[in-house]
């Protein structure tokens, strides 16, 4: 077994075991994927101060997010599909999280189900929202979540439509896999990916197949999905569904300052500032870069949370001192779960947090709180002039 001292081990290790199309869903964005690049590539634009002399015993990485409490600032992001990267990767991601005390947020597009997620697990999870046509279903699926007594409930604002992923598009993305014979040449080099697949029967979407009207198998399932993301979702739906839903709203896919603003009028207990990790729209602002705008616009009143682009806990440390309450990882714990299942997700979630009380200690800071904007050297231009 190597040793594992950076998130970029583990994805090595991720493209050896995970089949072609389900490490291009994770791996790309939209578009030309300028976005997606830049999420990443514009942290390194911003520098730390390095400190000295300062007493650094009984640091902590503790803190809360949307008041529960937290061993460091980071959820695991909802990802839809995490179940076909590794066998039952939904329940094995949940459960690493929730021994390593951070939430863990269930995708609607997930291949296992809340209520597979809710028997595998002691403590509540959150549960992400894709807003659909089918009303129906939507309000049994935030019944089901909250007989699973998920904790808050994720809604994701921007995938009204989806966006243009053309590696998705090419490799005829699914689940399960169709058989075309690019699929299984690939799958045949994947020997462990698919003994592990063989010895479950969670392969479809656990949240979806049986639950919508229609939705028998994965045939009916691909066209239902496409036809009924919700393109009409507005403000006053989110209100509603605030109310139905009567517990922690958080709002995910704030890159706007007026958009931040709508959200406190709705009332949400914490808004992420995310682009949906480039997958949405191309050529949009990397979601650092925005950050610190949202801050200004909405100051203490709500959580601000962030999400896109955190592959180090130097990245977490980036986000915090430049406002965020907190932040979301995808792609690094997923990274993880391909290469070594639920221990993969451990080991994530141990380098990030190494580097993160690493970081806060030669910065000179020995609390989350403790962290501002100025242990950071950010360049002039870093929110640019954009008009």
């Known amino acids: 077994m190597p040793v594992i001292t950076e998130i970029e081990d583990l994805r090595r290790i991720y493209h050896r075991r995970v ?10 964005g939209s578009w030309t994927q300028q976005t997606f690049r830049e999420n990443t590539s514009d942290f390194a634009d911003i520098r730390l101060r390095q400190r000295v002399a300062v007493d650094m015993e009984g640091r902590s990485t503790a803190t809360t997010m949307v008041g529960e409490d937290v061993a460091m600032p980071v959820a695991l992001a909802p990802v839809g599909m995490t179940g076909m990267q590794c066998a039952d990767g939904e329940i094995k991601a949940a459960r690493a999280a929730e021994k390593f005390g951070v939430p863990y947020t269930l995708s609607t597009m ?3 189900s809340i209520e597979d997620v809710a028997e595998h697990t002691t403590k509540p999870f959150w549960f992400q929202l894709y807003v659909m046509r089918d009303e ?6 935030i019944q089901r979540a909250k007989d699973a007594k998920c904790s808050a409930l994720v809604l994701t604002l921007d995938l009204q439509i989806l966006g243009q992923r053309h590696r998705d598009l090419k490799n005829g993305l699914s689940a399960p896999p169709k058989l075309t014979i690019p699929t299984m040449m690939n799958l045949a080099t994947k020997w462990g990916w698919g003994l592990e697949m063989l010895g479950t029967k969670r392969r479809q979407f656990g949240n979806i197949v049986g639950h919508a009207k229609g939705v028998t198998d994965a045939s009916s399932l691909m066209s239902w999905t496409h036809e009924n993301f919700d393109p009409r979702l507005n403000w006053d ?9 009567g517990g922690k709203l958080i709002l995910k896919g704030i890159l706007d300052e007026e958009d931040a603003r709508r959200a406190l009028d709705v009332g949400a207990d914490a808004i992420v500032v995310s682009n949906h990790g480039g997958r949405q729209l191309d050529g949009a ?4 870069r925005a950050l610190p705008g949202i801050v200004r616009a909405v100051g203490d009143q709500v959580e601000v949370h962030f999400d896109s682009g955190i592959r180090s806990g130097q990245d977490v440390l980036k986000a915090l001192a430049l406002g965020a309450r907190a ?7 997923i990274y993880g779960l ?3 299942g639920e221990a993969g997700v451990t080991r994530a979630l141990e380098v990030i947090h190494k580097e993160l009380d690493t970081t ?9 709180e403790g962290l501002s904007r100025d242990i950071l050297l950010v360049p002039d231009d870093f929110e640019g002039k954009w008009t």
């Open 19 to 28: 089949p072609r199309m389900f490490y291009d869903y994770c791996e790309t």
């Open 110 to 112: 997930s291949i296992c």
């Open 136 to 141: 129906e279903y939507v309000a049994n699926i």
């Open 237 to 245: 739906r989110v209100k509603a569904l605030k109310e139905q839903w």
């Open 285 to 288: 602002l990397s979601a650092i």
């Open 327 to 333: 932040t979301y990882i995808g792609r690094a714990y």
């Open 338 to 340: 391909g290469a070594m």
């Open 360 to 368: 806060m200690a030669l910065c000179g800071r020995k609390t989350i």
